[in-house]
């Protein structure tokens, strides 16, 4: 029974080599990124609900974007606060913003894609480059370094969106890993012409490939997913291509209490229900593989079963994965959080195995 187990870890790190090396090598191990500028009329799009302090502190760092031609669109999706007077505020003193009031719909209530649709419909350019209203960029180059990855054929730019550092804060480094992770993985699967998800924070497409799906019909009631399940329905091989120069990135300020990190990656989790098959079958194996890794050890340890060869084993796992993270860290400006990965990979596990079994008994909440 325990040579069986054996057989069974090494076809599970087998398959943990396969994807780090095999898939996650592809954006380790790629050429730094030039930035080549190009002259296209972008819009800039920013839905808010709520937002009044994000607004009002982040617009301005958009708005003095060095980028010849573009506008930005604001989008206040029925905001209850002073989000709407800070926006007609910057629409005043900015010629080149844009105001959409969104007004409760009933067959949409509190729907962002609904609210997302109409901005987008509203924008006079071509090409859409969307953030958060929580978000801000992290050069002025930013439009420019996001705009440069689009060519005649790549009609969609996936942006890297991380989070701000928050000192001695475990939570904060957790949260941290956790989003280099889940970029490395839908960078290296762009690459590998699978591309799969993007993340709203920053992303960029042409106008007419959301027409060409018909905007968010096909998942309008579903509440989440205007990043990553229109990228997984529209994104395909030949259309899609990352940008992970310094000046792409966006800052996010992130959650402060576990628990409202925690549901917000039950709304993750719970969109990725609607992945296409063979991306949820990815995501399944790559998450089933990590937590098998664990455990088969464990068992094997435990009865001192050929513990020399399981060490060896786990010692080139890790060896590999921390090459891997630690190259993409890199490329991301986040080397400091790959020094705690072994313990925030646990960490990481078992929270996945929480969020799922609370996810099938409740439904997490959404927007606002």
């Known amino acids: 029974m325990l040579i069986l187990i054996l057989y069974f870890f090494i076809f599970i790190?087998?398959?943990q080599i396969f994807y780090y090396l095999g898939i996650f090598g592809k954006f380790a191990f790629a050429k730094i990124q030039k930035i080549i500028p190009k002259r296209i009329p972008i819009s800039v799009i920013v839905c808010a609900k709520n937002e009044e302090e994000n607004v009002a502190n982040f617009i301005p760092l958009l708005a003095e974007q060095n980028y010849l031609d573009f506008e930005i669109v604001l989008i206040d999706d029925a905001s209850s606060d002073a989000t709407l007077a800070v926006f007609e505020?910057?629409?005043k003193q900015y010629p080149n913003i844009r105001l959409v009031k969104v007004q409760n719909n009933e067959?949409?209530?509190?729907?962002?894609?609904?609210?997302?649709t109409l901005g987008i419909k509203a924008a006079k350019k071509e090409y859409l480059l969307f953030t958060d209203a929580d978000c801000y960029p992290t050069s002025k180059d930013w439009i420019t370094a996001m705009s440069s990855q689009f060519t005649m054929q790549k009609t969609i730019v996936l942006g890297y969106g991380k989070y701000e550092k928050i000192a001695n804060s475990f939570l904060n480094k957790i949260i941290r890993f956790e989003t280099l992770l889940t970029a490395i993985q839908y960078f290296s699967w762009a690459k590998t012409g699978h591309p799969y998800m993007g993340v709203g924070r920053n992303l960029a497409y042409k106008k007419e490939e959301f027409f060409n799906v018909n905007g968010f019909i096909d998942h309008m009631q579903i509440r989440s997913g205007d990043d990553d399940l229109f990228v997984n329905q529209a994104a395909n091989a030949r259309n899609t291509t990352i940008a992970f120069t310094p000046e792409s990135i966006t800052l996010s300020r992130p959650k402060k209490t576990y628990k409202d990190w925690l549901i917000q990656k039950r709304r993750h989790v719970a969109t990725a229900n609607y992945y296409k098959p063979f991306d949820k079958l990815q995501l399944g194996l790559f998450y089933c593989s990590q937590l098998l890794f664990i455990l088969l050890p464990i068992v094997l340890l435990s009865f001192q079963f050929q513990w020399i060869l399981v060490l060896s084993l786990?010692?080139?796992r890790y060896l590999v994965t921390w090459i891997v993270i630690g190259f993409s860290a890199g490329k991301l400006k986040e080397k400091d959080v790959v020094y705690w990965y072994p313990i925030i990979e646990l960490v990481l596990l078992f929270t996945q195995i929480n969020i799922f079994i609370?996810?099938?008994f409740s439904k997490p909440v959404h927007w606002k």
Request: avoid cysteine.
């Open 358 to 360: 609370t996810n099938t």
């Open 89 to 91: 505020g910057f629409e």
């Open 107 to 116: 067959a949409f209530w509190g729907n962002k894609k609904y609210a997302l």
């Open 314 to 316: 786990i010692a080139l």
């Open 13 to 15: 790190l087998a398959v």
